[in-house]
């Protein structure tokens, strides 16, 4: 039997698993903090050693990474590891054919194999055209974005770093959180506060707002939210706000009636309350395009690994 060896390498994290090939449920997963290693290739070796696999094993070998893959030196956004697509293949030897994936790329080759019960609806919009663009998007360590544009094959992802645009700005809150942070940073990309990370610059913005000298990391700040926090509280409906504004942008830049789809490590683990939030309403604020903008459906993404049954969709694509 034919397997490949799948792994979503991310900012904070890195998850390994095995499948066979044409199938997409990842096994023996395995996840490891990447801080603890000094590189990827010690990383999958302990990977190796914990699973009682050895490199023969693999026929194929797809990694989702988080931050862009087009160049020869393979650079992380949010963690030191480096590596080159020569090394990977010289790692693995000859037989097995190697891919390497931007994450969020990699979730978008998980929506042809995502069942209906892995994603759940928010708010209303039109049914989902199979055959049109959709984008995936999420914050966590980082802020990924993704655009998919169905084929008959395996769907094309176009490239791209959409997490690093300008942070919009439509309120006075929001311009002194943008205000704030650029005492910090020259320019505040979207990912400065749509992601762990921007949880915790939203936050610390508006305890300063309050006159409070405060900063709490983003696991303080959930477990304050889910205790019904105030300052928590505001903080997360910001960053709701936030991701509201950017999928309209997205949906403005590219009529996605294949639908937005939700990921990384934050909405989820919040579901419930994104679910009663302003989202969807906050989305369609678009003024003469907020009919076009409202007929997009929006989903979060609940299957507990998309990036890996991505990188094993794309796997049964690679070694046919």
Not at 45 to 70: H, M, Q, R, T, W
Request: with cysteine; aromatic share 10%; glycine share 10%.
């Amino acid at each position: 039997m034919s397997y490949a060896l799948i792994a979503d390498l991310g900012g904070t994290n890195a998850r390994f698993a095995v499948v066979s090939l044409n199938e997409y449920q990842p096994q023996k997963v395995e996840v490891f903090a990447c801080n603890e290693f000094d590189s990827f290739f010690s990383a999958v070796l302990k990977y190796l050693e914990v699973c009682s696999l050895s490199i023969a094993d693999f026929n194929a070998v797809v990694l989702a990474i988080a931050g862009p893959v087009n160049q020869e030196l393979i650079k992380f956004s949010n963690n030191p590891w480096s590596f080159t697509k020569k090394e990977i293949e010289a790692f693995f030897g000859e037989k097995a054919r190697v891919a390497l994936l931007n994450d969020f790329d990699a979730i978008g080759h998980s929506l042809e194999i995502l069942s209906a019960d892995e994603y759940v609806q928010i708010g209303g919009g039109d049914s989902v055209e199979s055959m049109s663009p959709a984008w995936v998007l999420g914050p966590g360590t980082g802020l990924g974005v993704a655009c998919i544009v169905p084929q008959e094959g395996i769907n094309l992802i176009l490239p791209g770093e959409g997490g690093h645009v300008d942070v919009p700005s439509c309120t006075s809150q929001e311009d002194y959180i943008l205000q704030f942070l650029r005492k910090r940073h020259s320019r505040v990309s979207a990912e400065r506060v749509l992601s762990g990370m921007g949880l915790e610059n939203i936050y610390e913005a508006l305890a300063a707002r309050e006159g409070i000298e405060q900063r709490l990391n983003a696991k303080e700040i959930g477990d304050a939210y889910l205790n019904k926090d105030p300052l928590a509280n505001a903080a997360f409906e910001q960053l709701f706000v936030y991701l509201a504004r950017v999928v309209g942008d997205l949906v403005l830049n590219v009529e996605s009636r294949g639908g937005v789809f939700i990921a990384g490590g934050i909405i989820p683990r919040y579901l419930e309350q994104f679910k009663n939030s302003n989202f969807r309403q906050v989305m369609q604020e678009k003024g003469r395009m907020s009919a076009f903008v409202g007929k997009t459906p929006v989903f979060v993404i609940t299957a507990e690994y998309p990036g890996l049954m991505g990188c094993a969709n794309y796997a049964s694509y690679l070694a046919n």
